[in-house]
């Protein structure tokens, strides 16, 4: 009997190589449910088209990867942001991703309470366009190593409080292990994010010993030391039942064979990411 | 009129290259009033000897780094590192250093609340010997990226409750700007964390943007994001009126001549460490 991957999501991002088209045909072949695409697999294409094209390939698109990035010392440059987020939730709209992933930004030079005021305003602004295109937000909670330039989120009690503060039902958060697992509190806020009903997606990888470089040095599922298990299961306990995400940044994985590396995804999906 | 740099301190390793008497002969010229000695600077030294040394050379001792990795698979790899930690209680006593900084540690492939307890019960195992040579125990939680095998302490807040629990006014905390800069209660935590009496010791450096090596890419103070003039307001306005110990592990300043990078450590500290 072939192995249900029904549940299983791939990011365009982690076969980067491939182009969008490639990634649709190899990820609906391996019998893969969905796919989350990145605004990069988009460029010079027709969202609306892609998203066609996703569909008759029998897959679900997950999500858009990815708005933010709102902070800055400018009100013009934030103004920009927010003008680029609104078209992000038009590309979402048209390709039929229900989520906007949000990576929320930080800008050295200003407190991180600053940044986390922007952020705020931020979704603010942009979220009347996406309560009008169905589209829902993600905040995504990122690594504190990733505090200077990338997210002024950085743990998931800060995401929830954030997206409870913005009181709409289309602003939820996304739960990836790379980013949470050592948090000490880890558990009790996937269960609160879930029973408020914030938790909208869930991201998976894995984290090496030793990590070589802050960004693309992902792991495969089972190579590193987060408890893929343990986690999936609190999330689900929590009531999320969507897709899990495999989102892996890897200057090694990119540069192998994608399609072997798709077999080896399947493999360490099945062996390490199920409930215990 | 020369500077004031009787609070300064500067650690051992931060100029690396030099030996452990070239570096209290150099930070004692540059009018330093602090040093803190990496346990490697007394490789083949008489620790006893060694204090006597920095003594004379009008310096005070600030701590001995670093005890601590208390975790592992096996109870014997425990046990070794217990017997380890006693053996660096007996050289800070000789060394005539009041603290000893303790690095918790973390073993991948076990649970993180695991690794936790066996800390808890390390720090146990040593503390009445640490209180019978009267010698303090500082419990320096460590960045979030440091989790899978340096120390599952990464948030203030967790090594201020764990010297709480502990129980005795022996255990307290290291406060590092590079490891808590991003946590969004931190200006809560160094308040409670002083008004417990748990502030032994503070850290200084800065985060890098770029940083391109999780380890050894720490920046001079000025170079990044940490606001370290409000941080050292905050731990002065909790109580603490000890060292402001530069830490810095750099593969690039380290390649410096080490009186020159000295000279800037200096004026950094003058110029961005002074209070707002």
New interface residues.
């Given amino acids: 009997m072939a192995p249900d991957l029904s549940q299983l999501c791939l990011h365009t991002i982690t076969t980067r190589p491939w182009s969008l088209e490639i990634a649709i045909e190899q990820i609906s072949r391996a019998g893969i449910g969905g796919i989350t695409v990145w605004r990069q697999a988009l460029s010079g294409r027709d969202p609306a088209g892609a998203g066609e094209r996703i569909r008759a390939a029998g897959l679900q698109v997950v999500s858009l990867c990815r708005g933010g990035f709102f902070t800055g010392l400018s009100a013009a440059g934030r103004q920009r942001a927010i003008n680029d987020n609104l078209a992000a939730i038009d590309e979402a709209a048209a390709l039929g991703a229900p989520l906007l992933v949000l990576v929320c930004g930080a800008t050295?030079?200003q407190?991180?309470e600053i940044s986390?005021q922007q952020i705020y305003d931020g979704i603010a602004a942009i979220l009347p366009h996406a309560q009008a295109c169905g589209v829902r937000l993600g905040i995504e909670p990122l690594?504190?190593?990733y505090?200077?330039?990338r997210s002024a989120i950085?743990?998931l009690a800060?995401a929830t409080d954030m997206a409870e503060r913005l009181g709409s039902a289309q602003v939820g958060v996304v739960v990836d292990v790379y980013h949470l697992?050592?948090?000490?509190h880890l558990m009790f806020e996937i269960e609160r994010c879930g029973r408020l009903g914030r938790l909208f997606a869930f991201h998976i990888c894995d984290?090496q010993?030793?990590?070589?470089d802050?960004l693309n040095d992902r792991g495969l599922m089972g190579e590193?030391?987060i408890?893929l298990a343990?986690i999936r299961q609190a999330v689900e306990a929590a009531g999320f039942d969507g897709f899990h995400e495999v989102e892996i940044f890897s200057s090694v994985y990119w540069q192998m064979d994608q399609t072997r590396f798709l077999q080896r995804i399947i493999t360490a999906y099945q062996a390490y990411c199920a409930p215990p």
């Fill in positions: 050295p030079g407190p991180l986390r690594h504190p190593m505090a200077d330039t950085n743990t800060q697992w050592w948090d000490p984290w010993t030793p990590t070589t802050l590193g030391c408890p343990a």
